[in-house]
């Protein structure tokens, strides 16, 4: 068994020091077995390993280490100005040699993220039709109707445990990009192994095409997707219904089906349809609202008080905004065990159209009304800051410099230590700068950012990159690092945020214990196994989030908490459970160490 799911070849539950067999369809060798990117090592094949695969002659001579091998790699990579053309080399790399690019991710994670994900996989998605060189994942087009089941079965791999799916309608914050968004399937994916530990293997990366209404990639001759306007309606529903009855029939009960930047109508409509037969799980909704608790749990540290005790106001009502204002008043409810109607009401949100309030519930969509309150119409956000007076202000409306002068002194006069989170991005978007909110807070203001943004410069003062410790971080929809400048013992934070801290370690814990459903539960519990991994000495340096360095430690804490809630809620199928959840969760883990051949 190898993360609850058995194999059929004896690599993925043999020990490193275990010699194994290089299957293919048959015994790989020679050639084949060069351009076998699972099995492949280039110069790492022994003199041995040389003789009995018959690779004599078709390798120089020389004979390299993986670890040689990944410091020539880094120095390569470091010589392409263009993130992009990284990404590139990235992408060739795991398709010549699948573990080395996992051990050349897993060890500069910092590093190295932003290159396989956001922000350059944006860029990549932009130009997919100009960088398409192979074909990754499968695409499920509307010329495939009615035979969805048999394009499933001309994938190589039947063990499939995680399913990354998008329809390219809202890809970041870049808006449709039609089939050009199989980028961000791919991506994801690549981190569940590097971040997560589930084997390459395992992961389906899928994009449903159903036409895209971007009219320059319809004009765009290199385009690699359906020429047509989206499909909607039925015939949308219909391809939907029959992937996810085909995956369920090919793959089984407990393969985790991830939707990715799917646009807002349809996000909430299928995550409500299939939540009830399916495990699926909306990382738009779902895993930027578990991160983002998971910090304010932590701040709660820095600030003082309960959840329950503070007010929450949002800019954006769209997945992001109502999928974390419903996770917060999910924990206030379970740690003051009000109802959740109740704790709601701690939580507003602003729109396009303002304060959102009970007189306009009959025109709201219906994923906005559980947040309209009773309260007179309030038009702008400074208002409404002045007159719900929130202890925190989130964020994740993607409209930039929203987050004015105005509203930041106006939190700052509510609150000594007001709690900003600008989570949209790119940094363009982002609802205000690091320095916007340090100088117009004075200096008060707990802030984290979707966004990187330069040293801050307050009071008079320049704070270089020498200055600056900077860890990767996360608390937003997509990003990356995490910087504080300290000023005489005041501690600046600017947390930019990505959900690789908890989609990872989230689908692993579901995996492990063969979870038939994901339960609002186990979001919490991951919620709070990732605040639980900030300790003193990252409080102490204003810090909210653990370093990023040791993330996948902190994804096996984070699956044992999920699995642990998935056997104490009655979810789970892996039997016996097993006694200590943490270290099951290591020993699940892929490994990226090259293997030795007979």
Known sequence: MMNGVEKTNGEDVATEEQLITPWTVSVASGYTLLRDPRHNKGLAFTENERDAH??????????MTQELQEKKLMHNLRQYEVPLQRYMAMMDLQERNERLFYKLLIDNVEELLPVVYTPTVGEACQKYGSIFRRPQGLYISLKEKGKILEVLKNWPESNIQVIVVTDGERILGLGDLGCQGMGIPVGKLSLYTALGGLRPSACLPVTIDVGTNNEKLLNDEFYIGLRQRRATGQEYAELLEEFMTAVKKNYGEKVLVQFEDFANHNAFELLEKYSPTHLVFNDDIQGTASVVLAGLLAALKLVGGALADHRFLFLGAGEAGTGIAELIALEISKQTKAPLEETRKKIWLVDSKGLIVSSRKESLQHFKKPWAHDHEPVKGLLDAVKAIKPSVLIGSSGVGKTFTKEVVEAMASINEKPLILALSNPTSQSECTAEEAYTW???????????????????RKVFV???????PIVTGNHSVYQKFTIISGLHLQIIQANNAYIFPGFGLGLIMSGAIRVHDDMLLAASEALAAQVKQEHFDKGLIYPPFSNIRNISANIAAKVAAKAYELGLASRLPRPKDLVKYAESCMYSPVYRSYR
């Open 465 to 471: 990159p020498g200055q600056v410790l900077t860890l």
């Open 54 to 63: 018959y690779l004599r002659g078709l390798l120089p001579p020389a004979l």
């Open 441 to 459: 807070s004075k200096g008060r203001a707990i802030f984290a950012s979707g966004s990187p943004f330069d040293p801050v410069e307050y009071n």
